[in-house]
C-alpha cells in the first residue's frame, strides 16, 4: 500500500523550508506518523515532502516559568522531560494518553498539533469528504457519525479534531509561534484552527508554507497541583478519544479562582469550555458547582443519529474531571 | 529530481554500514525488507497500528512502515536480525520461549524490539509493561504470556 511517489528533499535551516514549500503540492514531514498514513491511504498526494525533521528546533525548555516546547520536540521526550512532569503534568499525561509507545518516539510537538481528522469519510479513498475532496460532500453527516462533532461543525463537515495534547495545551492557554513569509508570529494557539464551515478542507488558520516552530505555555505552573486529562476512548490504550477533558483549577482560600477547561473529541477543534469555566469561578469546587460545570459543557450541542451519547459522556466527564482536582490538598 | 527518482541513503543496520540508493518514497520497511533482504522485520498492517515493524533508531522503538526511509538517512538501526543468534538467544527471546509468548510468530520480531526497548524504559509493574506495548498487536492472542516474559526479564 503506497501513494504516488513524491520528490524528496531535506532542509536545514527554516528560511530553506518556507523556500521549497512555497511551491504548491509540498507537504511538510517532521516525524511523519501522520503524513505517512494519509499519503498511503490516498488523504493526501504530495507533489514534494520537504523533510524537517533536522531543524533545530526540538528543545524542551523550562524558564523563569515559561515551558517552550520546540515544533519538532518528539512527544516522548516532551512526556518525560522533568519540568514537565513536574510543572506540567497536564501536558505528560495528555501524551501518554495518546498512540503508542513506538509512535510517541516518532511524533513531533507540531505534528500532532497539526494531525488530520480521523474521521473514516476523510481516510478512506472512496467514500465523501468535503475535507479531501472540497466540493463531493460529507458521507458521515448521514452516515457513521459516532464519532463526530457536538459543537463547531457544519453541513459540509463533522469531523472531530483528534490531538490529545491539543486539548491540554488549549486548557493552559498555550501559545504557538509559526514562521513564514512575514517572518514569526506568534498568538494563541486556539487561535491556530478554524471552523469548517463552508471550507472544511482548511485546517488552520496558517498560510501556504507556513511552519509551526514552537509551542509557548507563559505562565500556568500554578495549576500543577491541580490538573488532569480524562480521556475516554473504546479501549484503554492507543486509541483516539471518544470523549476528553483537560482541566486545571487554581484554588486559594477554598475558593477557585480559575478554571481552564477544553473537551476533545466532540468539535473540530480542542473545544474551550468557557461557560463551565466561568461558573466555576469564585466558588468553592464543592457537588453543586462541578455540577454546574458539567451543564454548561454541553449547552448547545448539537448531535447527529449516532453521537448523541456523547454529550452525557462529556458532561460526567467534565465532573470526574472536577471531582478529581478539586478535592485535592 | 523528478517524481520516483531515487536518493541515496546510509544506514547503520546491526552494527554494519548499508549504502544504497532507495525511491524516495520507501519506507524503511520496505528497504530492510526489499531492498537488503532483511525480512525478519515484518509487515503487518503498514499503517502503524500493528507493531510487527517495529525497530529500535538509535535505541528508541519506531515504526519502520511509517518512517520515510531517507528521513533516516545517517542513523543507527537495529532489527531482529541483530538480537540474540540460535546458539545464543537474547534474554527476553529465551523469556518468550519460556513463557510461550508466541504462536504463528509474525508478531514476534516486533513484540521483541519493542519489548527491549520498553525494558530500557524501566516499566514499574505489569500495568506498565501493558500499557507500554500496546503498540503491538497479537492476533493470536499471546499478550497475557508476552508480559509475562517481559515481566520476568525486568525483574517484576
Known amino acids: ?329 | 529530481m523528478s517524481p520516483g527518482s531515487s536518493i541515496s541513503v546510509s544506514l547503520k543496520i546491526n552494527g554494519r554500514d548499508h549504502e544504497f540508493s532507495a525511491p524516495a518514497c520507501d519506507t524503511l520497511l520496505d528497504v530492510l525488507r526489499d531492498k537488503l533482504g532483511m525480512t525478519g522485520t515484518k509487515k503487518g498492517c503498514d499503517m502503524g497500528a500493528c507493531g510487527a515493524c517495529t525497530v529500535l533508531a538509535d535505541g528508541r522503538r519506531i515504526k519502520s512502515c511509517l518512517a520515510l526511509a531517507a528521513s533516516y538517512d545517517g542513523r543507527s538501526i537495529t532489527t531482529i536480525e541483530g538480537i540474540g543468534t540460535l546458539n545464543n538467544l537474547h534474554p527476553l527471546q529465551a523469556a518468550f520461549i519460556r513463557h510461550d509468548a508466541l504462536q504463528c510468530g509474525y508478531c514476534t520480531p516486533g513484540q521483541i524490539l519493542s519489548g527491549l526497548a520498553l525494558l530500557d524504559e524501566k516499566p514499574a509493574d505489569l500495568e506498565a509493561i501493558r500499557e507500554g506495548m500496546s503498540g503491538n498487536l497479537c492476533r493470536c492472542g499471546a499478550h497475557p504470556n508476552i508480559v509475562a516474559a517481559i515481566a520476568e526479564v525486568a525483574g517484576l
Open chain 1, 1 to 329: 500500500m503506497s501513494g504516488p511517489s513524491f520528490r524528496y528533499s531535506r532542509v536545514a535551516n527554516a528560511h530553506d523550508a518556507l523556500i521549497q514549500a512555497s511551491r504548491p503540492g509540498t507537504a511538510f514531514l517532521a516525524g511523519g506518523t501522520d503524513l505517512l498514513q494519509l499519503w498511503k491511504a490516498g488523504a493526501i498526494a504530495p507533489a514534494a515532502v520537504v523533510d524537517i525533521s533536522r531543524l533545530p528546533l526540538d528543545h524542551v525548555e523550562f524558564v523563569d516559568g515559561r515551558l517552550s516546547l520546540g515544533a519538532l520536540a518528539r512527544l516522548s521526550d516532551v512526556a518525560s522531560h522533568l519540568d514537565v512532569t513536574r510543572y506540567h503534568p497536564l501536558i505528560a499525561r495528555a501524551i501518554l494518553a495518546s498512540a503508542s509507545g513506538q509512535i510517541r518516539n516518532m511524533a513531533t510537538v507540531g505534528g500532532n498539533l497539526l494531525q488530520r481528522t480521523r474521521c473514516a469519510y476523510f481516510r478512506k479513498e472512496g467514500l465523501a469528504c468535503n475535507k479531501r475532496t472540497p466540493g463531493c460532500g460529507c458521507g458521515a453527516l448521514a452516515g457513521e457519525n459516532r464519532q463526530a462533532a457536538l459543537f463547531g461543525a457544519s453541513a459540509s463537515c463533522v469531523a472531530t479534531h483528534p490531538s490529545d495534547l491539543a486539548v491540554a495545551l488549549t486548557a493552559l492557554d498555550a501559545e504557538v509561534e509559526v514562521f513564514g513569509a512575514e517572518g514569526q508570529r506568534r498568538f494563541p494557539l486556539r487561535d491556530l484552527y478554524r471552523l469548517p464551515a463552508e471550507t472544511p478542507e482548511r485546517d488552520t488558520h496558517l498560510a501556504a508554507g507556513e511552519l509551526v516552530t514552537g509551542i509557548n505555555i507563559p505562565n500556568a505552573t500554578r495549576f500543577a497541583a491541580r490538573s488532569t486529562y480524562l480521556k475516554i476512548r473504546d479501549r484503554a490504550s492507543f486509541e483516539f478519544a471518544v470523549v476528553s477533558v483537560a482541566a486545571v483549577l487554581h484554588i486559594e482560600n477554598g475558593r477557585i479562582v480559575e478554571a481552564g477547561l477544553a473537551a476533545g473529541g466532540v468539535a473540530p477543534l480542542p473545544w474551550r469550555l468557557t461557560r463551565s469555566e466561568a461558573v466555576l469561578v469564585g466558588r468553592a469546587p464543592d457537588a453543586r458547582a462541578i455540577a454546574a460545570a458539567g451543564d454548561m459543557a454541553i449547552e448547545h450541542a448539537r448531535p447527529l443519529d449516532h453521537n448523541g451519547f456523547k454529550i452525557t459522556l462529556l458532561r460526567n466527564a467534565v465532573i470526574r474531571a472536577l471531582q478529581t482536582i478539586g478535592g485535592q490538598p
